[in-house]
């Protein structure tokens, strides 16, 4: 069964403090995995998409990495505007729709 | 360019009353997707249309949910009669040439919070 998991649920941070946040997938023919932020009352804002494993994408502080079993979405030196939940989701050949991952809740104190 | 834009933003309403929510895909987008977003389930998919046509409905909980996609611009998802435990954060989102024809990133409206009392 295709799955999602991602750790931690939650993670406070002072500004300037980096560190990662992780999706763990179990999917059968990964075809696209999907990095999403979301801040209160909107919706899901796309980041990235990664395709295969070794592949690497960056947008200002926000880096993610892949793996054929994880993602990280590693943040350098994060600023308060950072602070949002952090949603991961895979596609795979076995189901033509987004499997989700419950979120990351990050806060970045200033 | 605009986004995916879903009105109202907010619905209050009785139970037993009639919703309905709208959406406006993301012009040229030929897939359209509604989700549902709760505390404790997360995002769920609850239909999803291809060139205007249904394609998997398996998400809807029961026949009381409804959604149509007259044209490539208007989706509407309906809830008659309406209950408490539809009370969520309805979303609708567009992508192009995703699921089985590629995995192109959807794209999400700001949602419509719906509290049914």
């Known amino acids: 069964e295709d799955q999602v998991t991602q750790s931690p649920e939650a993670l406070r941070l002072q500004e300037g403090e980096s560190s990662s946040l992780n999706c763990s997938y179990t999917v059968s023919g990964l075809r696209g995995l999907f990095w999403y932020r979301q801040d209160p009352g909107k919706g899901p804002e796309f980041l990235f998409t990664l395709y295969s494993a070794g592949e690497e994408k960056e947008k200002e502080r926000l880096k993610a990495t892949l793996t054929k079993k994880e993602s990280f979405l590693h943040i350098t030196a994060p600023k308060p505007e950072d602070s949002a939940t952090y949603l991961c989701a895979v596609l795979g050949d076995s189901n033509y729709q987004l499997i989700w991952g419950a979120g990351t809740k990050l806060i970045i104190k200033p | 360019d605009a986004g995916v834009i879903q009105s109202p933003r907010h619905e209050v309403t009785e139970m037993g009353q009639e919703v309905t929510l709208r959406c406006k895909p993301i012009s040229g987008h030929d897939y359209l997707f509604w989700y549902r977003q709760t505390m404790m389930r997360g995002l769920e998919l609850l239909i999803y249309?291809?060139?205007?046509?249904?394609?998997?409905d398996s998400g809807m909980p029961e026949d009381r949910f409804s959604a149509k996609m007259p044209n490539a611009s208007f989706s509407t998802l309906k809830i008659q009669p309406s209950e408490p435990r539809d009370s969520a954060v309805y979303f609708c989102?567009?992508?192009?040439?995703?699921?089985?024809?590629?995995?192109?990133?959807?794209?999400f409206g700001d949602g419509t919070r719906l509290s049914i009392l």
């Open positions: 989102a567009s992508s192009v040439g995703t699921g089985r024809s590629g995995n192109q990133p959807q794209h």
């Open positions: 249309f291809n060139n205007n046509v249904p394609i998997d």
